[in-house]
T-cell receptor
Framework: KAGVTQTPRYLIKTRGQQVTLSCSPI?????VSWYQQTPGQGLQFLFE???????NKGNFPGRFSGRQFSNSRSEMNVSTLELGDSALYLC???????????FGPGTRLTVT | AQSVTQLDSHVSVSEGTPVLLRCNYS??????LFWYVQHPNKGLQLLLK??????LVKGINGFEAEFKKSETSFHLTKPSAHMSDAAEYFC???????????????FGQGTILTVHP
């Protein structure tokens, strides 16, 4: 069974721009969660989608948004990028959103 | 609210010696607990999970962890370290508390394991 895939793997953007990251979950998984990983803050939960609905959201500003499609693929968008948005963004999928999650390799975003 | 504390930010061992990575958790409900490993520039891989069955949990690559409710601990151990075990390890908690818990894992700050030849 194919794992979680994320595209692109690396991105370099300029302050003020916006960016869209993509995640394809394991086949059959309907829940997709997104996390931000930085050296200072560690791994922090951004939001979770299940059957195209956002069910849970972490403590991030409204510049961070996401969506999920009918095939469970998910995208996250960050608008008006700031230097502090430089991070590894990880996507994870699970069957129901409870219990263990399976992670993709991440997208490394650098904001200059 | 759930939280996780990993008691050591760095652990250094020699190849062939035991590994102990310590984790304490806090949860208002019956939690599920996990250990994940992250190798450099890679995603997170699930090592093992506790979900209220046996308190001693065996995982991949010879790792195991023991859930101790009285101590609120979930320490990760391995009898003999291998060079390939060098990585960062995360203790993770998940609890069902209604809508605010869907899809949310709470991570400890991580423990970097170094294995010397």
């Amino acid at each position: 069974k194919a794992g979680v895939t994320q595209t692109p793997r690396y991105l370099i953007k300029t302050r003020g721009q916006q960016v869209t990251l993509s995640c394809s979950p394991i086949s059959g998984h309907r829940s997709v969660s997104w996390y931000q990983q930085t050296p200072g803050q560690g791994l922090q939960f951004l939001f979770e989608y299940f059957s195209e609905t956002q069910r849970n959201k972490g403590n991030f500003p409204g510049r961070f948004s996401g969506r999920q499609f009918s095939n469970s693929r998910s995208e996250m968008n960050v608008s008006t990028l700031e230097l502090g948005d430089s991070a590894l963004y990880l996507c994870a999928s699970s069957l129901t959103g409870m219990g263990e999650q399976y992670f993709g390799p991440g997208t490394r975003l650098t904001v200059t | 609210a759930q939280s996780v504390t990993q008691l050591d930010s760095h652990v250094s061992v020699s190849e062939g010696t035991p590994v102990l990575l310590r984790c304490n958790y806090s949860s208002s409900y019956s939690p599920s607990l996990f250990w994940y490993v992250q190798h450099p520039n890679k995603g997170l891989q699930l090592l093992l999970k506790y979900t209220s069955a046996a308190t001693l949990v065996k995982g991949i690559n010879g790792f195991e962890a023991e859930f101790k409710k009285s101590e609120t601990s979930f320490h990760l151990t391995k009898p003999s370290a291998h060079m390939s075990d060098a990585a960062e390890y995360f203790c993770v908690v998940s609890e069902y508390a209604g809508g605010t818990s869907y899809g949310k894992l709470t991570f400890g700050q991580g423990t970097i394991l170094t294995v010397h030849p």
